[in-house]
C-alpha cells in the first residue's frame, strides 16, 4: 500500500542505553578501564520508531514505560525525534527498562537489558491504538515485550491487512501460529539458528535457514548478517546483497535502522527488494556513529550516501 506520507506503527520497547567505550570487552571476572560513557534513548521498539520517523515516517509507537526521569527524558526524545507518543504509557508499577551495553574499538558490542515497564506492555495496549494500526503501512514488532501482545499485535495486522514485520529478537522460539502471521521476518544469524537448528555461518546455510522458515509459513525473510551483508527469501527465491564498506564506529543499533527503514520503505510503496535495499544504506551509515537513535541517519543523509556509493 503506497503511502504519500509513510505510516507506521511500532509495538515494542523503550530503555535508557547506559554506554561504555573501551579497547576491547572484558573476560568474565575481568576489570578494565574503559573510556567514554555516554548516556542515550534506546531499546529495540523505540529505535526501530526513531529510525522510520527520522526519514520522514509519521510514526505511532505503542510502549511502556516507567514514570521516572529515563521515562520522562525517553518521552522528550521521541518527540524531539517527530514520533508520535499518543500511545505511549508512564507507569508508576515498574521502572524504565534499562540497557548496559559495552563497545569496543572494532564496534562490537556486548548489551544486557533489564525490562522494567516494557513486561507492562498488554494486548489492551495494542488495541487501543486499532484505528491508527489499521491505517499504517506497516506495523514492527520484536521481542523485548510480552510474547502475548507480540501474538496480539500480529492477529490485528493480519485483520486489518497491514503487513506485519517482525524483529525477532532477543532470540527465542516461536510458536508456529506467530510465525504463520508473520509478512517478513528479519532475523539475523543468531536468531535464525535458534529459530531453526541451523547454524548460519555463509550464504549457503542462510539459505537452508531462510527455507526452513518459509517452510514454517513466514512470507518473507530478511536473513541479516551483519557486516557481511543480508539474504532475502520467498517462495519466489533467494537473493544475497553484500553490506556497504564503512568505518564502523558502534554496531549497536545496526539491525534497528535496518528494520525501521525497511518499513518505511514498504509504506512508501517500494517492493520488498528495494525496500531492503534502501535499509542496507541506512544500517550502513547507523553503524559510522555512536549511540542508538543518535546514529539514525535522516532522508537526506541517506540520499547523499548513496550518491557517494554510486559514483
Keep these: 500500500m503506497k503511502q504519500d506520507v509513510p505510516t507506521i506503527a511500532v509495538v515494542g520497547s523503550s530503555n535508557m542505553d547506559l554506554v561504555v567505550k573501551s579497547k576491547r570487552i572484558p573476560a568474565v571476572g575481568e576489570t578494565i578501564l574503559g573510556g567514554d560513557f555516554i548516556m542515550v534513548p534506546g531499546g529495540k521498539g523505540a529505535n526501530q520508531a526513531v529510525s522510520a520517523a527520522k526519514l520522514g515516517a509519521q510514526v505511532f509507537f505503542i510502549a511502556k ?10 518521552l522528550n526524545n521521541f518527540k524531539k525525534e517527530g514520533v508520535n507518543t499518543k500511545y505511549v504509557i508512564q507507569t508508576k508499577q515498574a521502572p524504565s527498562g534499562v540497557a ?12 544486557v537489558v533489564a525490562p522494567g515497564a516494557n513486561q507492562r506492555l498488554s494486548p489492551q495496549d ?14 514492527v514488532a520484536q521481542l523485548e515485550v510480552p510474547i502475548e501482545t507480540i501474538e496480539f499485535a500480529a492477529g490485528l495486522a493480519n485483520k486489518c491487512k497491514v503487513p506485519f514485520i517482525l524483529d525477532p529478537a532477543p532470540a527465542q522460539k516461536l510458536s508456529p501460529q506467530l510465525l504463520k502471521m508473520v509478512d517478513v521476518l528479519t532475523p539475523n544469524e543468531t536468531e535464525a539458528q535458534l529459530l531453526t537448528d541451523i547454524e548460519v555461518k555463509d550464504q549457503e546455510s542462510a539459505g537452508v535457514a531462510a527455507q526452513k522458515l518459509l517452510e514454517c509459513g513466514v512470507k518473507n525473510i530478511i536473513l541479516t548478517m551483519g557486516a557481511n551483508g543480508f539474504l532475502s527469501a520467498s517462495k519466489e527465491g533467494t537473493e544475497f546483497v553484500p553490506a556497504k564498506k564503512v568505518n564502523a564506529a558502534d554496531s549497536t543499533a545496526a539491525g534497528d ?30 553503524v559510522t556513529k555512536m ?18 556509493m554510486e559514483q
Excluded at 126 to 139: N, P, Q, R
Excluded at 292 to 307: K, Y
Design 65 to 74: 514505560l516507567g514514570d521516572d526521569i529515563f521515562g520522562s527524558q525517553s
Design 100 to 111: 548496559l551495553i559495552m563497545v569496543d574499538e572494532e564496534g562490537n558490542n556486548l548489551i
Design 126 to 139: 495494542v488495541k487501543e491504538a486499532e484505528s491508527d494500526i489499521a491505517s499504517s503501512g506497516a506495523l
Design 257 to 286: 535502522a535496518f528494520t525501521g527503514s525497511l518499513a518505511f520503505g514498504m509504506a512508501q510503496g517500494k517492493t520488498l527488494t528495494d525496500a531492503a535495499l534502501f535499509a542496507n544504506n541506512v544500517a550502513a551509515i547507523s
Design 291 to 308: 549511540g542508538a537513535q543518535p546514529s539514525m541517519p535522516t532522508l537526506q543523509e541517506v540520499e547523499s550516501f548513496i550518491s557517494k
